[in-house]
């Protein structure tokens, strides 16, 4: 969906629940087809922490600015729920007023695209593939077009009982093969060796990160 301003294409975080759609439109880029005496602003809205001893997202905004006078950044932060975010990215984008950058989570990418607020960045994107890992740089394309870029990533890990796993005869599995095997011993035993809440997608989203694997085909 386009709106008046461009729209959306999202950025996304492994560590954040909501991290960002990247969105570039001819009028707010830094690309060859920009005048070099054009002056734009990027309007950007993250639910990142800025909390006491943090990086702050406005203290980098006024570094970028300072040293790109032609391209200023005008960052907002939500606060508030990642699912409140996107709705109010859905009513921003219908009144043709949404941000040209905003932050979305991996999982939520899905989501987001499925409503139509994503912009199509895939020539763009191409640019900076080498500057990602290719799980991260994945997991912002679907339909093998690309709708952002990684704002950043981080580790996840799993915790497990070591002498319950013992008692089942069972360790810790290293590939998705090994995982599907040691579950189904589990599960004949009357345990399950990890669960899906349904409001979590860590589980599929480091599955599909490390894989370098694409959400969904359209």
């Excluded at 200023?72 to 508030?80: L, N, S």
């Excluded at 810790?172 to 009357?190: F, W």
Aim: with cysteine.
């Amino acid at each position: 969906m386009v709106a008046k301003k461009r729209l959306l294409a999202g950025l996304a975080s492994l560590t954040v629940m909501g991290i960002a759609l990247a969105g570039c439109g001819p009028s707010t880029n830094n690309s060859s087809n920009t005048p070099k005496d054009e002056k734009v602003t990027i309007t950007y809205m993250h639910r990142l922490p800025d909390k006491k001893g943090m990086t702050l997202v406005n203290d980098i905004v006024a570094k970028w600015n300072k040293d790109n006078p032609n391209i200023q950044v005008k960052a907002t932060k939500f606060d508030g729920a990642a699912q409140d975010m996107i709705k109010k990215l859905a009513t921003d984008v219908k009144a043709g007023a949404a941000p040209d950058l905003a932050q979305v989570g991996y999982a939520e990418l899905p989501e987001v695209f499925s409503q139509g607020l994503l912009q199509d960045v895939t020539e763009e994107a191409a640019k900076y593939k080498d500057h990602f890992a290719e799980g991260p740089f994945s997991m912002m394309q679907i339909g093998g077009k690309a709708y952002g870029l990684p704002q950043d990533t981080g580790p996840l890990t799993y915790f497990y009982n070591a002498k319950e796993f013992e008692k089942l005869g069972i360790t810790v599995p290293k590939t998705a093969d090994e995982l599907i095997a040691t579950a189904k011993k589990t599960a004949a035993q009357g345990k399950y060796i990890m669960t899906f809440q349904p409001d979590e997608g860590m589980m599929t989203m480091s599955g599909a990160s490390g894989a370098s694997g694409a959400w969904y085909k359209t």
